[in-house]
């Protein structure tokens, strides 16, 4: 599975952000798919999953209410909807492919297959 990303820059503070991860390669194998990001200094953290029968899973209260994950199946795309940006959450944003149980449960090493990445700066 390869995963690429894209979307990220640079914002100010209660802007928006779309991120979008283009899946490719044996994407049937697993089901569910995550965004993560890493702030500098700070370990990878989960930010939300999404499972091939559409089911959400947002691992961090601090964007619950801001970002919406949501994906195409059709086209292997998952996107993550950034609004009301704030400086916290300025980080490297990743996404990753995993089997079914992944998506219950936020832990990183479940996740099989990772993107390369892509900034996102809030000012």
């Known amino acids: 599975v390869q995963l690429v990303e894209s979307g990220g820059g640079s914002v100010e503070a209660g802007e928006s952000l779309r991120l979008s991860c283009k899946a490719s390669?044996?994407?049937?194998?697993?089901?569910?798919m995550g965004w993560f990001r890493q702030v500098l200094g700070k370990q990878r953290e989960g930010v939300a999953a999404?499972?091939?029968?559409?089911?959400?899973?947002y691992f961090n209260d601090s964007v619950k209410d801001r970002f919406t994950i949501s994906q195409d199946i059709a086209m292997h795309t998952i996107d993550l909807q950034m609004d009301s940006l704030k400086p916290e959450d300025t980080g490297m944003y990743f996404c990753?492919?995993?089997?079914?149980?992944?998506?219950?449960?936020?832990?990183?090493?479940?996740?099989?297959?990772w993107g390369q990445g892509t900034q996102v700066t809030v000012s």
């Open positions: 999404i499972d091939a029968g559409n089911r959400i899973t």
């Open positions: 990753a492919a995993g089997r079914m149980y992944a998506c219950r449960r936020d832990k990183l090493s479940d996740y099989a297959y």
């Open positions: 390669g044996e994407t049937y194998s697993y089901p569910c």
